[in-house]
């Protein structure tokens, strides 16, 4: 399922972030977690009254041109024209109306795409009167709301979540692996697309294909269908947006949501950057299969230890997903792109993976055996009995004696022998201690 997105527009100072994070509150991802990348705070997953969305602050959208930033208020309407199923235009009811949100109705108005007007600052009822000057901005009823204080909030998402598309059903069958490539801009996703379709062996096919997202691209490979989701943005190439790189970020998020298999495309030519490890982070976060591409390595000059040296920096900047396998290719020559559809075979049956009990518990106590649990005053960890409990990615529940003493680090002692044991390359595995009494 894709995850709506919500965007919030408005000038500078009105109140986005406030708003933005107020309705995200204090929710942290183990993206921000991770050492060397900044907390991000420019879209989040977000909920009101049971619905997920995807909330996108536009006013962190920011160009690197001087010569655009006059342009900048557009260039956040049009991406959220472009990308949001529901706008909040946000306006300051202490400053009143400014020709620049007279502009910016005008674009939002154009689009026809649900706009709910937030007038913000509204901190005290007296206030509420300045509310309905905003009328003349042409939307439906202006919502007086307090960012800072939080009044007025709740009937801003009420009016939000009212706009929000009923749930759609994935089109595509349960056997059809969806596949996305996700990268900031010009690591060479769409090359790689174009590559795979013409690739030998590869069938494009129309039939595993639907009316709903047509820039999806069905293929089939040795009796195996995909589907490749456009994450490069054939369908849109050309906005100003597209090369900004926090744009990169939310266009990923909302291909991982949809995938099977992600691949991390990475630039072997200029190397890895920040942007690079949030965009793999969120793909973990969603438990998604991945795989590693290190394109262009057509032009990357290599002696017989080049692969070896990156591939032990990808470990060192990525240590959160060091299970995933990774791949040398080029777009532009060919090289390897063979190996990219088997790979995300392979890559999703070890994410399917079903472990008998009698075999997991058999190698959690071998594992017990060889490093003895933690203690603490006299008090050992006993891992009673562990059983799948999911797939997708595989999940584990260890019946413990007490929890709090099954640490991080055993977990991940726990989560190696696992590995050694079964297939489990590219697919994050979950592990949850839960006490029996
Ligand atoms: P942005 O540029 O649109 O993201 O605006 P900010 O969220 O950074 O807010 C701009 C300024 O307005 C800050 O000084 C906020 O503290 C202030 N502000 C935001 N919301 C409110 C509000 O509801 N009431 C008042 N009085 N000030 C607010
Ligand atoms: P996207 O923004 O991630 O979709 O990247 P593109 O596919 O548009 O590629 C960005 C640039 O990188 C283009 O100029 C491509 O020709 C170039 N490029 C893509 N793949 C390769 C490759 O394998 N080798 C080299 N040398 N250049 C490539």
């Known amino acids: 399922m894709a995850l709506p997105v919500v965007a919030i527009v408005g000038r500078a100072n009105v109140g986005k972030s406030t708003l933005f994070n107020r309705i995200v509150g204090e929710r942290i ?16 997953q977000a909920d009101w009254n049971g ?17 655009e930033v006059s342009n900048l208020i557009r260039v956040q309407a049009e ?16 400053s009143g109306l400014t020709s620049a949100d007279h502009d910016v109705a005008r674009l939002l108005r154009r689009s026809g795409k649900p706009v709910v007007l937030g007038v913000n600052k509204i901190d005290h009822p007296n206030h509420l009167a300045s509310v309905y000057d905003f009328y003349e ?23 939000v979540v009212e706009h929000l598309p009923a749930t759609e059903e994935e089109t595509y069958d349960e056997d059809v692996i969806r596949i996305a490539l996700i990268g900031r801009p010009n690591v060479g996703k769409s090359s790689l697309v174009n590559a795979l379709l013409g690739s030998e062996r590869v069938m494009v096919s129309p039939e595993a294909g639907t009316t709903r997202d047509a820039v999806d691209s069905p293929l089939e490979f040795d009796g195996q269908r995909f589907v490749l989701i456009d994450t490069a943005g054939i369908r849109r190439r050309g906005k100003v947006y597209e090369r900004i790189e926090k744009y990169s970020v939310i266009r990923a998020l909302r291909a ?22 949030k965009i793999a982070g969120y793909a973990v976060e969603a438990g998604r299969a991945i795989g590693i591409l290190v394109n262009k390595w057509d032009a990357v000059e290599k002696d017989d230890k080049t692969s070896q040296r990156v591939t032990d920096e990808i470990r060192e900047q990525f240590p959160f997903m060091r299970w995933a396998p990774v791949q040398f290719v080029s777009a532009r020559t060919g090289q390897r792109i063979n190996r990219i559809l088997p ?25 017990t055996t060889s490093v003895t649990p933690p203690s603490d005053r006299g008090n050992r960890l006993r891992i009673y009995y562990a059983t799948q ?15 709090e003493l099954f640490h991080f680090s055993y977990q991940r002692y726990i989560e190696n022998q696992l590995r050694k044991s079964f297939e ?3 697919t994050p595995i979950r592990i949850v201690a839960r006490n029996r009494s």
């Open 29 to 44: 991802s183990i993206v921000e977690d991770v050492p060397g990348v900044t907390r991000d705070r420019l879209y989040a």
């Open 137 to 159: 901005l042409g939307f439906q009823e202006p919502i007086g709301i307090s960012s800072e204080h939080g009044h007025g909030t709740g009937d801003l998402l009420d009016a």
């Open 256 to 277: 991982i949501e949809r995938a099977d298999v992600v691949f991390v495309v990475l630039d072997g030519e200029t190397g890895i950057i920040e942007q690079d490890k």
């Open 424 to 426: 489990l390359s590219g």
């Open 51 to 67: 619905r997920n969305f995807l909330l996108i602050d536009t006013g962190g959208i920011e160009l690197a041109d001087a010569d």
């Open 389 to 403: 409990v999911a797939t997708k990615p595989p999940m584990f529940a260890m019946f413990v004696n007490r929890a």
């Open 79 to 94: 991406l959220a024209i472009d990308e949001a199923e529901v706008i909040v235009f946000l306006v300051d009811g202490r």
């Open 343 to 367: 790979l995300a075979i392979e890559i999703s049956n070890n994410h399917a993976l079903r472990i008998p009990t009698s075999t997991l518990n058999t190698v959690i106590e071998e594992a």
